[in-house]
């Protein structure tokens, strides 16, 4: 296990939290600290292009072929989660916490679902004896509660 920093009284963001965590290998460009604040400041998974035009007020010089190379940085890295989405293009997500995320089939809206619980996947789940886990991808489907409302009113 790699020793846990002693927190300090000068507030660490997410980013550096997480690559405390992750060890000294990643190396942190401006643009990708840039890239990674901007997807923690959104809550809807937004795509390549969503991340590119939010940057874009904060480093008008980056260019979307930059933004995707620090979101594949960041994801190989596990700073940040690859959502994969059928027939479209992948989103991001950068919350830290253990989570799946949940797709509605009608309006392709992904949400994050936290567990209800404490929640460790390496109990949770009968994976093989000795298996370690590096990062998890559970996708839900489903309707979100907008979208099974409509659904409701329209089969009356
Ligand atoms: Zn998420
Ligand atoms: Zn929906």
Same mark, same amino acid.
Do not use: I, K, Q
């Given at each position: 296990m790699r020793p846990v920093p002693p927190k300090s009284s000068s507030k660490p963001t997410g980013l550096d939290c997480r690559m405390a965590v992750l060890g000294a290998d990643v190396r942190l460009t401006p643009h990708r600290r840039e890239v990674f604040q901007v997807l923690a400041q959104?809550?809807? @998974?937004?795509t390549a292009y969503d991340v590119f035009a939010r940057v874009k007020d904060r480093s008008p010089n980056i260019s979307l072929a930059t933004v995707y190379n620090c979101l594949e940085h960041l994801t190989t890295s596990g700073a940040i989660k690859q959502v994969h989405v059928e027939r479209s293009q992948s989103r991001y997500c950068a919350?830290? @916490?253990e989570h799946v995320h949940f797709h509605c089939d009608s309006c392709g809206q992904v949400s994050d679902a936290l567990p209800t619980t404490d929640f460790n996947p390496a109990q949770f789940w009968k994976l093989p004896n000795g298996a370690r886990i590096t990062h998890t991808d559970v996708a839900v489907r489903g309707l979100c509660p907008d979208c099974a409302k409509k659904q409701s009113k329209s089969r009356r």
């Open positions: 959104s809550t809807d @998974h937004p919350n830290l @916490h």
